[in-house]
Structures are given as structure tokens and as C-alpha cells.
């Protein structure tokens, strides 16, 4: 059964401190694995689509990495601006996204 | 370009009855998915719809049902609402054979 695992469940960083979330998972078939961002009472927010091992991608203070078995979300020099729960799906067979079950972070100026 | 539009944004039902909630995919997207998150969850797959018919579908009994018009809008239908079935419903668009969803900001049911 598909599966994706998001570590820490939870996130505290002060303004500037840079970090990692993890995203593990177990999938027959990968044929993408996609970052959300979600404000609260929101919509997920697409951040990035990795699609093999070794692909990076970068958007402003974020970039995600991908390895057969993860997926970091690293966050250099975070801003309160980026708090928020991100959320990671990987797609398998058929259409459907499998979500974690995110990674509240909150950043303190 | 309006992206996904779902309505209504919030809605309050009691348990037994039975709710309709609508959704308006991104210009050019002809594919929409449901699904259902609860409070501290990631979102869950309910199903997708893609020419009018449900193409796959999630762990979740017959009572969710839906349907998709020719305009490529859907409506997800819940019969017999329990407790449980309070959650933020989210619907994401997108284009057959292209990877990647929008997803709407979703609506939030409360049954009490």
C-alpha cells in the first residue's frame, strides 16, 4: 500500500535559522512526488513536482531534493511569512495523490 | 485566470442529511478530484472524475457520490451525514496527461 510519512510533525525556527523537513514513502510506481504548501482554512498550494532521484528544484528560500525512498524541503533563511503546514503526495498508479500528513512550521521573528 | 472555484465556502448540516457541494475547474483543466481532509490530516482521496465518469476512487463508502458535467465542473454529493464526515473537502483540477493538480480553498462542513 502506498504510504508517506512527513517528519518533523512539528516545526518551531527563529527568523533566519535554516532547516529540513523529510518526507518518507513507500510507493509501487512513483510517477511524481509533489510539494504543497497550506495556509489554515486553505487550499494546498503547489510548491514543486520531482519526478527521479537526484532532481533538485528551487524556488526563492526553498529547494526540494529527491532520493528513492525521501524527499527533503530545506528552507534557507526562513521568514515568518513562510509559516505554514507543507504537505507531500506522491502519485502512483492510477491518479490519485497520497498526502503525509504535513509539517506545521512557525517562524518567529 | 479564475483557478478552481469551490462553493460554498463554509456549510452546516445536521446528521441524517444529505449535501451537495460544487466545484468549477482551473480554465483548460478537464480532470477534478475530491478530496476530504480532516482536522490535522492530510487531505484523502475520495475520487476523480474525467469525461463524465468516476475513473478511480478511494477508500470511502457509496454514500459520497459525484458527477461531472460537460462544462467539466463536478459536484461531490454525501448522503446520510455523520459526525465523522466534518472536514475540509477540497477539489483539484487538472489536464489530462499533464501532471501536476489546483486545488481549490475548499469547503468546510460542519455536521452537528
Known amino acids: 500500500e502506498d504510504q508517506v510519512t512527513q517528519s518533523p510533525e512539528a516545526l518551531r525556527l527563529q527568523e533566519g535559522e535554516s532547516s529540513s523537513l523529510n518526507c518518507s514513502y513507500t510507493?509501487?510506481?512513483?510517477?511524481?512526488l509533489f510539494w504543497y504548501r497550506q495556509d489554515p482554512g486553505k487550499g494546498p498550494e503547489f510548491l514543486f513536482t520531482l519526478y527521479s532521484a537526484g532532481e533538485e528544484k528551487e524556488k526563492e528560500r526553498l529547494k526540494a531534493t529527491l532520493t528513492k525512498k525521501e524527499s527533503f524541503l530545506h528552507i534557507t533563511a526562513p521568514k515568518p511569512e513562510d509559516s505554514a503546514t507543507y504537505l507531500c503526495?506522491?502519485?502512483?498508479?492510477?491518479?490519485?495523490?497520497?498526502f503525509g500528513a504535513g509539517t506545521i512550521l512557525r517562524v518567529k521573528s | 485566470d479564475a483557478g478552481v472555484t469551490q462553493s460554498p465556502t463554509h456549510l452546516i448540516k445536521t446528521r441524517g442529511q444529505q449535501v451537495t457541494l460544487r466545484c468549477s475547474p482551473k480554465s483548460g483543466h478537464d480532470t477534478v478530484s475530491w478530496y476530504q481532509q480532516a482536522l490535522g490530516q492530510g487531505p484523502q482521496f475520495i475520487f476523480q472524475y474525467y469525461e463524465e465518469e468516476e475513473r478511480q476512487r478511494g477508500n470511502f463508502p457509496d454514500r459520497f457520490s459525484g458527477h461531472q458535467f460537460p462544462n467539466y465542473s463536478s459536484e461531490l454529493n454525501v448522503n446520510a451525514l455523520l459526525l465523522g464526515d466534518s472536514a475540509l473537502y477540497l477539489c483539484?483540477?487538472?489536464?489530462?496527461?499533464?501532471?501536476?493538480?489546483?486545488f481549490g480553498s475548499g469547503t468546510r462542513l460542519t455536521v452537528v
Open positions: 483539484a483540477s487538472s489536464a489530462s496527461g499533464v501532471h501536476g493538480y489546483t
Open positions: 503526495a506522491v502519485q502512483a498508479e492510477g491518479n490519485k495523490l497520497v
Open positions: 510507493v509501487s510506481g512513483l510517477r511524481g
